[in-house]
């Protein structure tokens, strides 16, 4: 197992004038798989570049168990990639893709073939060494190629989005295989990213990565529940930010009311016609029934609130006055 440190790392390529990255800084422990969420343009793939040794920083440091990699070259800093797609060699079976990385080094067949038929059982595709990847689904193509990445023990494993182009349901069976797999080998893995649901699901730890900076670092769920700034509460789904001064809030002091600005995830919020504390007059301009839940646009003063509520949950119509209530447990305070 491995301990990583990427040490205030800094990248900007010519001709731009803004860093991709400024002064990066993230540890990932021993066996730790973190997800690294940002949307586009964040700084996701430079920074899979710069691990693995396809580009440079200008600045800092990467360290495998202390030691800095910085020197070495690509193929011998053992950090291996998944990727979106499988790129299995189409022309070899699945035995011969899965170990080919060992056969380069030299590896003895008989001990490549032991390998192979152990990662296969790990996979869950017992059986399937001679076929050839077109005679296999996206999503087993995808486990082969997990296998592939895992049977050379690489001392990191960067997944970058590499369930993306899979359907719904494929690609949530798999996050459980990648996850359960990950954590029986202990191998430290760093997950890129730019789907909240699948980066929850998946890591021990979530990294929040918005221009080339990371704005928070936490366990998923309360990265969920607490995004502690107003740009990780945006990117955690969050719409709704209120003035202190109107609610009460409840935190380790009691309840009370709060001179920051408050925040409340779509979910907590409910849309009634009885007023109540902490609640406010709205209009409805919007309800839409998504099947386990309703979503609701409702005018609030100057503000429109978004709103989920499960079912059974009211139908409201275009124009109908409600009241919007904000439970006081639910809300929290951001910078």
């Known amino acids: 197992m491995t301990k ?5 790392l800094q990248k900007t390529y010519r001709g731009q004038p803004v860093p991709v990255l400024k002064d990066f800084s993230l540890s990932v422990n021993d066996g730790e798989m973190v997800a690294l969420l940002g949307p586009s343009g964040s700084g ?9 040794g396809i580009e440079r920083p200008d600045a800092g440091d990467i360290q495998f168990d202390g030691v800095s990699i910085l020197n070495a070259p690509p193929n011998k800093r053992g950090a291996v990639f998944m990727f979106q797609k499988s790129y299995l060699f189409p022309f070899l079976n699945v035995e011969e893709n899965i170990g080919f990385g060992l056969k380069v080094q030299g590896v003895s067949s008989e001990t490549i073939r032991s390998e192979v038929t152990r990662m296969l059982d790990l996979i869950g595709l017992p059986g399937t060494e001679r076929r050839k990847p077109a005679q296999l689904s996206g999503g087993e193509q995808q486990r082969v190629a997990l296998a592939r990445a895992l049977v050379t023990r690489p001392k990191l494993l960067l997944l970058d989005e590499p369930l993306s182009s899979l359907d719904t349901e494929v690609r949530m069976n798999l996050q459980e295989s990648i996850r359960n797999i990950q954590r029986e080998l202990g191998i430290t ?9 699948e980066a929850m699901a998946m890591s021990d730890r979530l990294a929040l ?22 740009a ?13 001064d109107q609610l009460t809030v409840k935190n380790e002091a009691g309840a009370g009311s709060s001179e920051k600005l408050l925040a409340i995830r779509p979910e907590h919020i409910r849309i009634q016609k009885e007023a109540c504390k902490n609640s406010m007059q709205g209009v409805v301009s919007d309800c839409v029934f998504r099947g386990e839940y309703v979503e609701y646009q409702v005018a609030v003063k ?24 904000f439970p006081a447990e639910y809300l929290f305070e951001v910078n």
Request: glycine residues 6%; aromatic residues 4%.
């Open 232 to 244: 990780a509460a945006q990117f955690m789904g969050v719409s709704t930010f209120l003035s202190g």
């Open 44 to 52: 996701k793939s430079t920074l899979l570049k710069l691990i693995t």
């Open 209 to 230: 990565l918005l221009k080339g900076e990371i704005v928070a670092v936490d366990k998923p769920e309360k990265l969920f529940h607490h995004p502690p700034s107003l």
């Open 302 to 325: 100057e503000i429109t609130v978004r709103a989920r509520m499960p079912m059974p949950a009211p139908m409201f119509p275009h124009g109908e006055q409600v009241r919007v209530r």
């Open 4 to 8: 990583v440190n990427l040490i205030s």
């Open 189 to 197: 893995t760093i997950l890129v990213t730019h789907d909240l649901g």
